[in-house]
C-alpha cells in the first residue's frame, strides 16, 4: 500500500493507492491542528499497513527534508521510515508533485485563463496561488518534460534599504 499525500500550511490531504488505483476516499486534515505529519500519518496507521509513502510539501525539499513554509514542521523522510516504520518516504515540493502529474488531467479539469501561444515543444511552468505562491517548472528536453521545484515563492523580493 502507498500513501500519498499533499501537505499545505491549511490543510494535509492523504490517500491510499494499491496497484495504480486509489483505496478508500480521501482524507483531509486540518494542518495545523497538528504538531507534525508524524503526528497525523500516525492516526491513519493502525488502518493501513503502508509499505511506501510520498508526500508533496509546501516548501523546499532539500535531500528528504523540508522546513515547511507555512507550518512550523521540519518533516524528515529518514526520520519517519524509522519512526513510523515505513520502508521508503519520500518528499518532494508540492508543485513539483503537480508537475509531474498534470499530464494526466483531463480536460474538464483545466481551466483557461487566457489564451497563448504556447510552442508544444518549449519549456512550461506551473504556477499556484494558495495560503502561498507555488511555482515549479517543466523542462523539455527535445523528447520529455522534466519536472523540477522553484523557489521564487520563497523567496523575499522587497527592498530593505533605500
Known sequence: MILAGDVGGTHTRLAFFEGGKQVGTD?????RDFQSLEEIVKKILPKHKIGRAC?????????????????????????????????????????????????????????????????PKGNRALISAGTGLGEAGLYWNGSDYFPFASEGGHADFAPRTQ
Open 27 to 31: 482524507q483531509t486534515f486540518p494542518s
Open 55 to 119: 508526500f508533496g510539501i509546501a516548501g523546499p525539499v532539500r535531500e528528504g527534508r523540508c522546513e515547511a513554509t507555512n507550518l512550523p514542521w521540519i518533516i524528515d523522510a529518514r526520520a519517519m521510515e524509522r519512526n513510523l516504520g515505513i520502508e521508503q518516504v519520500d518528499l518532494l515540493n508540492d508543485l513539483e508533485a503537480n508537475a509531474h502529474g498534470i499530464a494526466a488531467l483531463p480536460e474538464s479539469e483545466l481551466f483557461l485563463l487566457q489564451k497563448g501561444a504556447p510552442h
